[in-house]
């Protein structure tokens, strides 16, 4: 019983940390965002500028991945999980400088990913159901 309640405190104690940390990346990340803003008047002047625009979109995938990473943080989930990693794919198949066959990997990475995010919820809609039907009887 002893043990269980120090488990249950170094729990705590990592969740609470977790927050803190999940903190400080929201913070780092509003930071980056308003040091950004300037830098939109240089992608309307550029326009027509590949090299710009795809610096612009490296900038809003990190954002975006920054944001669904506190999310994990924050409520550490499959779902928000799978969306992290659905991401980083995405954006290394956008941004990076791949192959046609790191293309075809990333393509099958992601079609792996949506598929086993949508047999877990499946089988956590159907578990639910069952759990659901049992407490009626």
Do not use: W, Y
Not at 30 to 57: K, Q, V, Y
Not at 70 to 81: A, D, R, S
Not at 115 to 120: D, G, K, N, T, Y
Request: some cysteine; overall charge neutral; proline content about 1%.
């Amino acid at each position: 019983s002893c043990m269980k309640q120090v488990l249950k405190i170094f729990q705590k104690a990592c969740d609470i940390l977790e927050l803190f940390l999940a903190l400080l990346v929201a913070v780092g990340l509003g930071i980056s965002i308003i040091r950004f803003i300037p830098h939109l008047s240089e992608l309307l002047h550029a326009s027509g500028n590949a090299e710009n625009f795809l610096e612009f979109l490296e900038n809003v995938f990190n954002f975006v991945v920054g944001i669904e990473f506190i999310k994990l943080l924050c409520k550490p989930n499959t779902e928000n999980t799978f969306e992290v990693l659905i991401f980083l794919v995405a954006r290394h198949m956008i941004l990076g400088k791949n192959s046609a066959l790191d293309m075809f990997f990333s393509i099958i990475g992601i079609a792996t990913l949506c598929v086993v995010r949508h047999f877990l919820q499946q089988h956590k809609l159907k578990n639910a159901g069952h759990t659901n039907s049992e407490q009626l009887q």
